[in-house]
């Protein structure tokens, strides 16, 4: 499986940002999908992450109610639409596929939000 992901940038705090992650090869084994970040100094953490049976959705408590995740499964993508960004959002956001034969790993997008 390759993932892509694309969407970053710099942005205002407030602002919004929509990232994407398209994923290609052997799709039918994806079991979720779900986006990651870190920022300088500290651990990767969950941001939310979607199931591909059924499309449950979790969310990391810092941006419940103001980032909403989604997927299209005609076109194996999924996104992030974030809203009212915070200073503390910044970092590089990663993509991940899980599969039943494993994790698979974007490149990183990076997402600066300016005070």
């Known amino acids: 499986v390759q993932v892509v992901e694309s969407g970053g940038g710099l942005v205002q705090a407030g602002g919004s940002l929509r990232l994407s992650c398209a994923a290609s090869?052997?799709?039918?084994?994806?079991?979720?999908m779900g986006w990651y970040r870190q920022a300088p100094g500290k651990q990767r953490e969950l941001v939310a992450y979607?199931?591909?049976?059924?499309?449950?959705?979790n969310y990391a408590d810092s941006v419940k109610g103001r980032f909403i995740i989604s997927r299209d499964n005609a076109k194996n993508t999924m996104y992030l639409q974030m809203d009212s960004l915070k200073p503390e959002d910044t970092a590089v956001y990663y993509c991940?596929?899980?599969?039943?034969?494993?994790?698979?790993w974007g490149q990183g997008t990076q997402v600066t939000v300016s005070s």
């Open positions: 090869g052997s799709t039918f084994s994806i079991n979720s």
């Open positions: 979607i199931i591909s049976s059924g499309g449950s959705k």
């Open positions: 991940n596929v899980y599969t039943m034969s494993g994790d698979y």
